[in-house]
């Protein structure tokens, strides 16, 4: 778990200072539209601090990678890549928005989910579960 939680420490930290500093740019890159509005400028800003809460908190949690708090931060990264491709598809398929960095996001996050799951089970195993 404790590469896990470092991969997505960095990389959403990156999402995460991107969204921040530069809301619209990055929302070109991914969906290929810029933000039209202060108001869908400052949202994105609000999802790039949670991301970067994320990203800090996995960050934190690698030294004690194998305790319960740490398994439950995984659940709730399961959820968030599991949502996030969601969000992504139903913005490609309903909405016809993608940019450059649209499939690479998506496949990042299904392979995340699956790396969650796959870290879950494996712990599960090991507990005799």
Same mark, same amino acid.
């Given at each position: 778990?404790?590469?896990?939680?470092?991969?997505?420490?960095?990389?959403?930290?990156?999402?995460?200072?991107?969204?921040?500093?530069? %809301?619209?740019?990055?929302?070109?890159?991914?969906? +290929?539209?810029?933000?039209?509005? %202060?108001?869908?400028?400052?949202?994105?800003?609000?999802?790039?601090?949670?991301?970067?809460?994320?990203?800090?908190?996995?960050?934190?949690?690698?030294?004690?990678?194998?305790?319960?708090?740490?398994? +439950?931060?995984?659940?709730?990264?399961?959820?968030?890549?599991?949502?996030?491709?969601?969000?992504?598809?139903?913005?490609?398929?309903?909405?016809?928005?993608?940019?450059?960095?649209?499939?690479?996001?998506?496949?990042?996050?299904?392979?995340?989910?699956?790396?969650?799951?796959?870290?879950?089970?494996?712990?599960?195993?090991?507990?005799?579960?």
């Amino acid at each position: 778990m404790k590469t896990l939680l470092t991969m997505t420490a960095v990389i959403e930290a990156g999402a995460g200072v991107a969204l921040l500093g530069f %809301p619209s740019a990055t929302a070109s890159l991914l969906l +290929g539209s810029s933000l039209d509005s %202060p108001a869908a400028a400052s949202l994105a800003r609000v999802g790039g601090a949670g991301i970067l809460a994320l990203a800090i908190v996995c960050w934190l949690a690698r030294p004690d990678a194998q305790s319960l708090a740490s398994r +439950g931060l995984v659940v709730a990264m399961l959820f968030y890549n599991i949502a996030v491709a969601g969000v992504l598809a139903t913005a490609s398929l309903g909405d016809g928005l993608h940019g450059v960095l649209f499939w690479p996001a998506v496949a990042f996050h299904v392979t995340m989910s699956v790396w969650c799951v796959t870290s879950l089970l494996r712990k599960d195993q090991r507990a005799g579960r």
